[in-house]
Antibody, heavy 121, light 110 residues
């Protein structure tokens, strides 16, 4: 059974950094593209980033480009999101999501339960 | 404001059929697959439709998707109270090189 468990969320001051982790089970991360999607309180879904099955391609949403980095550790079957220079508008629930296929161009299927990031002084 | 446009709300009575639209452009819906996600209150989203009109195993055939040109739609027939949720369309955009989500449609079953 495919399962994604996010961790690393919390309260952080503006300008600081945070790293989110997503432990995958039931499949191998290197078999699929992987995404991060976020949802601000009371708002809709916003796509954040994607990494291809082999790590060769990474794309980011405009609002996080240059500040966030998506990566993975195949030996740990874990996906990461390094978030730097955090802003109040980054406050959201962050979901780790499995891509349906290897390529970054296709959609997502299995979602984690989410981890909450609050950026506040 | 989302590049993929959905009505913010929809409502219908139990047993009836409702359709939710998703309007985009040539670089997203017009040239890529459309996906639909259902988010029940307080839970993570769930894949409902992939590749425009395909249902993952476990999704009832009351849910169907279609696409025509730069627009897509999700139809739900035989509405039930448990269908009350937020529904999102999504697609890759070739010009922006990003995945896009629609703004979401809140479905109320009256």
């Amino acid at each position: 059974q495919v399962q994604l468990v996010e961790s690393g969320g919390g309260v952080v001051q503006p300008g600081r950094s945070l790293r989110l982790s997503c432990a995958a089970s039931g499949f191998t991360l290197s078999s699929n593209a992987m995404h991060w999607v976020r949802q601000a309180p009371g708002k809709g879904l916003e796509w954040v980033a994607v990494i291809s099955f082999d790590g060769s391609k990474r794309n980011y949403g405009d609002s996080v480009k240059g500040r966030f980095t998506i990566s993975r550790d195949s030996s740990k079957n874990t996906l990461y999101l390094q978030m730097n220079s955090l802003r109040a508008e980054d406050t959201s629930v962050y979901y780790c999501v499995k891509g349906r296929l290897r390529s970054i161009y296709y959609g997502m299927d299995v979602w984690g339960q989410g981890t909450t990031v609050t950026v506040s002084s | 404001q989302s590049v993929l446009t959905q009505p913010p709300s929809a409502s219908e009575t139990p047993g009836q059929r409702v359709t939710i639209s998703c309007s985009g452009g040539s670089s997203n819906i017009g040239s890529n697959y459309v996906y639909w996600y259902q988010q029940l209150p307080g839970t993570a989203p769930k894949l409902l439709i992939y590749r425009n009109n395909q249902r993952p195993s476990g999704v009832p055939d009351r849910f169907s998707g279609s696409k025509s040109g730069t627009s897509a739609s999700l139809a739900i027939s035989g509405l039930r109270s448990e269908d009350e949720a937020d529904y999102y369309c999504a697609a890759w955009d070739d010009s922006l090189s990003v995945h896009l989500f629609g703004g979401g449609t809140k479905l109320t079953v009256l």
